[in-house]
Every structure is written in structure tokens, then in C-alpha cells.
């Protein structure tokens, strides 16, 4: 029904910077929230950064100052750019969206695949 396909993951070294994409796709009435969680092994999955539709953004201390999400709503992408990257910051990095496939329909979580973000020297 709804796809979501992330992109911009890697290895990078201590200091560096990684933008991460994620589009949405298929049955999309509309999308309310929309952001990136992680999950680094051994951990469970945690909130990194989201964003509301209408433009409000929510980001987990340990991210706050160097990361920053935006989304564009034309095309059901959202990116989160990295910045001031740490070892810490080495997780499988997951989109979310919450989403009304259909008028007057129920919100609904989707998640991606996930991405690979590495961050070693």
C-alpha cells in the first residue's frame, strides 16, 4: 500500500556529515508526522528526529544541534541531515511516516527498510 524508500546512508568518519532522504509512495491520502528513528545494536529502537505536516520538528537529546529534518510535502520526502557525526551516532536509521491512505481513514505507521549510517575512522 504505501511505500517508503530511504536513501544516503554510509560510512563516515568522526566529525562528518550525512544527509539522509526518504520517499513515500503508493496509496497517500495524506501524511501527518514523518521522520527517523534508530537503532544501533544490541539497542532498541529510538526516536531520532520527526516532523509534523505542518512544519513542527521534534528531535531526541542526543541529536539535538546537529541534526536537522525537513520535508518536502509536494513530493512525501523527508531528509535529515547529520552533522558533527560521533562513533555514538552508528545505527541502522529507519524512516517513519504515519499515514490516511483514504478520506476519513485511520492513521496508520509505515516504516522503511532502514539505512546503514557507520561513523568510524
Known amino acids: 500500500q504505501v511505500q517508503l524508500v530511504e536513501s544516503g546512508g554510509g560510512l563516515v568518519q568522526p566529525g562528518g556529515s550525512l544527509r539522509l532522504s526518504c520517499a513515500a509512495s503508493g496509496s497517500i491520502f495524506s501524511i501527518n508526522a514523518m521522520g527517523w528513528y534508530r537503532q544501533a545494536p544490541g539497542n532498541e529502537r529510538e526516536q531520532g528526529a520527526l516532523t509534523t505536516s505542518v512544519g513542527s520538528t521534534n528531535y531526541a537529546d542526543s541529536v539535538k544541534g546537529r541534526f536537522t529534518i525537513s520535508r518536502d510535502n509536494a513530493k512525501n520526502t523527508v531528509y535529515l541531515q547529520m552533522n558533527s557525526l560521533n562513533p555514538e551516532d552508528t545505527a541502522v536509521y529507519y524512516c517513519?511516516?504515519?499515514?490516511?491512505?483514504?478520506?476519513?481513514?485511520?492513521?496508520?505507521?509505515?516504516w522503511g527498510q532502514g539505512t546503514q549510517v557507520t561513523v568510524s575512522s
Open positions: 517513519y511516516a504515519a499515514v490516511k491512505t483514504y478520506i476519513g481513514g485511520y492513521v496508520s505507521p509505515y
